[in-house]
């Protein structure tokens, strides 16, 4: 539904973006992540046909963005970072001339003014100002006027950036419904949102993009042996020793004190979660909790974009691949 083929764009003497690939079937939800300056605004303005690359290109439904410009803007609900709204207009008359621009014939206009207001959840303010409500309530304007004339493809630029804790979770309650019949690039730097909402990510580091799969299917690239925390109450660092004996195990980290926290790093390709319940049992100590500890998105997206090493949930380890070798550390 969405095609980048080798997108770049200069500013200047400034590369933007470099060779940008990545395409979005119909239906996908795809989060767009990266840092400030990555080159996500300029990835999405020339998908949304605002500008054109430099080289490469870009299509929407099969159509190319800078021949066809005007059908594939008809085929994308656009809701740029800062939503250009008329604080003036009633939210009604604002939808009503959204809808006369974007080509709905009059006699369907007040019905599809209804529908977007229904989905944004706006009845309660459609006749009000718009300069006179909430900052959620204005995003929700925002989403509508990308909704109206039902267009298949929706590209929401930070859609809860400087809303507050209600508001995001009901703007994202809303995207969440609306996955059902569109496809959606969703351009955020909140990790967990994206996790939340998006099946896929696509990161983007320095104008490149450095990864696309699904966090798990990073996760499991990135992730070279497998972690798993045991809570105990009993002694710990006599049970460290006697995980550390076992076969797959590659090294045991006694993580805290009070109550005991240990994490073990496995071979991956072995699941040793039933071995480490039974020798905790056999040696004496209650088992509190046992728990598999995965990346984050946030994980990949900090090693992807600074190389920082996997820290919390992977592949730490050097040097300690040999199960014979199998270290205990106390921190
Ligand atoms: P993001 O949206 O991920 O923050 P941008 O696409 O806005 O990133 O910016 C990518 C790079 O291009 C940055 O280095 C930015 O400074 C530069 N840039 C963006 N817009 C312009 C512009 N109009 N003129 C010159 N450089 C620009």
Redesign the pocket.
């Known amino acids: 539904m969405i095609e980048a083929r080798g997108l770049t764009k200069w500013?200047?003497p400034?590369p933007?973006i470099q060779d940008v690939s990545f395409e979005i079937a119909k239906g996908e939800v795809v989060g767009f992540l990266?840092p400030?300056?990555?080159?996500?605004?300029?990835t999405i303005r020339i998908l949304t046909c605002f500008m054109p690359p430099t080289a490469g290109s870009a299509m929407v439904d099969g159509l190319d963005c800078l021949e066809n410009s005007l059908e594939v803007r008809r085929r994308i609900g656009y809701l740029p970072e800062n939503v250009p709204l008329y604080n003036e207009m009633t939210v009604r008359r604002f939808l009503s001339f959204v809808a006369q621009v974007k080509g709905v014939p009059w006699k369907d206009i007040g019905r599809e003014v209804d529908r977007v207001t229904d989905v944004c959840g706006l009845a309660s303010v459609r006749n009000r100002i718009i300069g006179n409500l909430s900052k959620g309530f204005r995003q929700r304007v925002g989403l509508a006027q990308a909704l109206i004339n039902n267009p298949p493809v929706l590209i929401l630029d930070e859609p809860t950036i400087g809303l507050d804790p209600t508001q995001i979770v009901e703007i994202r309650k809303l995207i969440q419904d609306l996955r059902e019949d569109h496809t959606v690039l969703l351009s955020s730097h909140i990790l967990p949102e994206v996790a939340q909402i998006c099946r896929r990510v696509l990161i983007i580091n320095k104008?490149r993009i450095v990864a696309t799969d699904t966090p798990g299917a990073l996760t499991a690239q990135l992730q070279k042996s497998a972690k798993i925390r045991l809570t105990v109450s009993g002694d710990g660092t006599g049970l460290a020793h006697a995980l550390g004996r076992l076969d797959g195990v590659l090294q045991v980290h006694l993580e805290a004190d009070d109550p005991v926290r240990l994490v073990v790093e496995t071979d991956r390709s072995r699941d040793l979660r039933p071995a480490l319940a039974r020798t905790a049992v056999d040696y004496g100590v209650d088992l509190l909790e046992l728990k598999t500890v995965d990346l984050s998105l946030e994980d990949i997206f900090m090693h992807l974009v600074t190389e920082e090493p996997l820290e919390h949930g992977g592949a730490v380890a050097e040097g300690v691949q040999d199960p014979a070798r199998t270290e205990v550390m106390d921190s």
């Open positions: 500013y200047g400034v933007a990266g400030n300056g990555a080159g996500k605004s300029t104008g």
